[in-house]
């Protein structure tokens, strides 16, 4: 007996130390993703602050007060009332800075997307996060037919705010719901709400579709989600 006392202390002690490696290594990687995913934020700002300042470039003052130059893919702020009413198409020289601006924001887009797409949070799995990503390529794609069909005269300056406001709107709000699900330690009632997230943006996705199926687009759903060309 007196000999399997020291032999269990031992042991104790053993176990207690590795329990405490294992804590500690789990302590460091979590803090080595927290210290790289504020790094990415980092970047991601230093992206979007070249890219806003590249915005003030005189070749975009034909379109300044027509559109918003900037504006969140997953934006859910109220379009200013000034757009709401303009029922004009592209003059020749407004088409320039179009041309301008959907290039520049496919270029700071595709710099933002290259430093975000492999960071996912921490504790974030690379599915999670595909789906979360998906509400902003959903958006980005969005707009981008929606500048087309502005460009080609096809839509007025109007339905084009309008519009993109809707998309972005419609992107953030299901982004948020399916945030807000990825909360709830129960995981069916989880899923399920994610799901339901999901089929709400692919519902709205139908409505946008026939919005441009009017001006002509060609759409097609296939897994779930509709595109516009």
Not at 29 to 56: P, T, W
Not at 174 to 181: D, G, L, R
Request: overall charge positive; some cysteine; hydrophobic content about 40%.
């Amino acid at each position: 007996m007196s000999n399997s006392v020291p032999r269990l202390v031992g042991r104790a002690a053993l176990l207690l130390s590795v329990v405490s490696l294992l804590a500690g290594c789990a302590a460091q990687k979590r803090q080595a993703e927290i210290d790289h995913y504020q790094q990415v934020q980092a970047q991601l700002r230093a992206i979007g602050e070249q890219c806003a300042a590249e915005l003030q470039e005189s070749k975009y003052d034909p379109i300044r007060d027509k559109i918003e130059l900037r504006r969140g893919v997953v934006s859910t702020e109220a379009v200013p009332f000034a757009l709401l009413v303009n029922e004009k198409t592209p003059t020749a020289t407004e088409k320039a800075a179009l041309s301008a601006w959907a290039t520049q924001r496919e270029t700071c887009l595709a710099q933002t997307w290259h430093v975000q797409r492999g960071s996912p949070p921490p504790g974030w799995s690379a599915e999670a996060w595909r789906r979360w990503g998906s509400f902003i390529d959903s958006s980005v794609q969005q707009t981008t037919v929606l500048a087309a069909a502005l460009y080609n005269g096809k839509i007025t300056y109007a339905e084009f705010a309008k519009q993109r406001g809707e998309a972005t709107a419609a992107a953030g709000t299901a982004q948020q719901s399916w945030v807000e699900a990825t909360r709830i330690a129960d995981q069916q009632r989880r899923l399920q709400e994610q799901q339901l997230a999901e089929q709400r943006y692919a519902n709205w996705e139908l409505s946008y579709a026939n919005f441009l199926r009017a001006k002509g687009f060609t759409c097609v759903t296939a897994g779930g989600t509709t595109s516009c060309r």
